[in-house]
């Protein structure tokens, strides 16, 4: 099981804690007169940590980790949310699974963003991973299409958002993970928003009509503009209705779009 | 067996509850006990759980809230496991579930202190084993201990998600191969027992 003690904490600003005890409820006796309260010690926690400012490789590091680990439980030694599980059993039981991935950039490219993990109680023993294996696979499809980054030359969103479509299945104990199914099909998701002059903002719409429809498919920079870098297009369509603008009594229009890759 | 809940089981107003399932797989149609199959072992608890004898996996398992009556009639209740990577229902698929023995046992106990860091909490977690790996030893801990369901698996369904059984009480067969005729209160016993000589949990009986 991969430890990303480092690779988790490093660089985030806060990070805020929910917790629960686990199958705490109460049971009556005698017609409801005696009352005794289940509980154990063991904590299910959800933890977001958040992050403010990061440069674009801080940024990528995350990103990595999660793209490589979304559908299999993770080893976190969180002292920052007082997990107790690595005093009181171990390191090896300080498991977490990833919940939600999402940030976003603004110039001058400094990204912030929340990564969201649950406390999971699939130990790193073999004793308890024996019996369900997990792997995340993460395959896009890329693509040589240049008409959405021809385009972005000269329409540029002033801020992306990132996220992720997660196919994975999770199975429970109380609130904690157990382990993951992996489904395949990991996809980046993108929220790009616009402040353009009318000129610009024809050339965004125009593009979109044509490409909107099903079948409709471009290639996607990797970072969600070209201003913040071309690592490589993947393939991706606009999610159904999800553009949407507004023009300003100035002549300006604000717009915005959600874009997911396809596979 | 009883269903009280013992005071040395509990402190004030404080216990643990967990449940240990049984599946008995791969028996024999015969129903004779001393042909063990393979035993799947599973437990709602966070840790494996160990009774002494055997070990308990953890697992998402629940069922439904279980009902009697005076009816004597025939109850039974679904029991679904998170199957969420298939190995389960690949299990299931290979193997004779059904009329094999399954048994649901309720144990309670008062979780005994730990001392963490320094700070000593009334009620731990306290794994009380000496495993590299974390698992609850129940076997030296005051505990009740009562079955809370004891029958045979009837049918069994699997989805990607999750695999279901529906598992009866014995008093199933109560209904199955008994002529459909009122006895005399005096005469049941005996009548019964004529009848189990030929016919057990509604096969036949070859022992």
């Known amino acids: 099981m991969n430890n990303l003690t480092s690779t988790i904490m ?17 049971m009556h006796f005698n017609s409801g007169k005696t009352q005794r309260v289940v509980k154990t010690l063991m904590p299910a926690i959800q933890m977001q940590v958040n992050y403010k400012n990061l440069t674009k490789t801080q940024f990528e590091a995350l990103q990595t980790a999660y793209e490589a680990n979304h559908a299999n439980t993770v080893i976190v030694d969180a002292d920052d949310a007082h997990d107790i599980r690595p005093d009181v059993m171990g390191l090896n039981t300080s498991v977490w699974a990833f919940e939600k991935f999402k940030f976003s950039v603004v110039a001058p490219s400094l990204y912030s963003g929340k990564i969201t993990m649950i406390s999971s109680v ?15 696979t993460y395959t896009p499809v890329t693509s040589t299409d240049n008409g959405f980054t021809n385009m972005l030359a000269n329409a540029e969103p002033y801020q992306v958002e990132f996220s992720y479509v997660n196919n994975s299945i999770f199975s429970n104990i109380g609130q904690s993970a157990r382990h993951i199914k992996d489904m395949a099909g990991l996809r980046r998701q993108y929220s790009l928003n616009w402040f353009l002059q009318e000129s610009e903002f024809l050339q965004l719409i125009q593009f979109y009509r044509r490409k909107a429809g099903i079948l409709g498919t471009f290639g996607m920079p990797k970072e969600g503009s070209i201003s913040l870098g071309s690592a490589g297009k993947t393939k991706a369509s606009f999610l159904t209705d999800s553009f949407k603008f507004s023009r300003r009594t100035d002549g300006m229009y604000i717009a915005s779009a959600d874009i997911v890759e396809v596979l | 067996m009883s269903k009280e809940i013992t005071s040395n089981a509990r402190a004030d107003d404080v216990f643990t509850m967990l449940h240990l399932f049984e599946f008995h797989m791969d028996k024999n149609w015969d129903y004779d006990q001393a042909d063990a199959g393979e035993i799947l072992r599973f437990t709602d608890h966070d840790v494996f759980v160990d009774d002494g004898t055997n070990e308990y996996t953890p697992i998402a398992i629940t069922w439904d ?12 209740i679904n029991v679904t496991i998170d199957n969420i990577n298939g190995v389960l229902s690949a299990e299931a698929l290979a193997s004779e579930w059904r009329n094999n023995p399954c048994k649901i046992t309720r144990i309670i106990y008062t979780p005994t202190a730990e001392t963490i860091d320094g700070n000593t909490y009334e009620f731990g977690f306290n794994s009380q084993s000496t495993t590299s790996y974390p698992k609850l030893s129940i076997s030296g801990i005051t505990q009740d201990n009562y079955l809370l369901f004891e029958g045979v698996i009837d049918t069994f369904s699997a989805t990607q998600q999750t695999l279901s059984a529906s598992l009866n009480t014995q008093f199933v067969h109560w209904s199955k191969p008994y002529p459909s005729r009122t006895y005399n209160q005096n005469e049941f016993t005996s009548i ?5 000589d030929v016919v057990y949990w509604g096969q036949q009986n070859i022992t």
Not at chain 1, 18 to 24: A, I, P
Not at chain 2, 192 to 196: K, P, R
């Open chain 1, 10 to 26: 490093a660089n985030h600003s806060h990070i805020e804690v929910q917790e629960w005890l686990k199958q705490s409820q109460a």
């Open chain 2, 65 to 76: 809230k279980l009902t009697e009556d005076f009816s004597m009639q025939s109850d039974s």
């Open chain 1, 122 to 136: 699939f130990f790193n023993y073999s004793q308890y991973q024996d019996e369900f294996s997990q792997s995340s």
């Open chain 2, 192 to 196: 019964v027992a004529a009848i189990n």
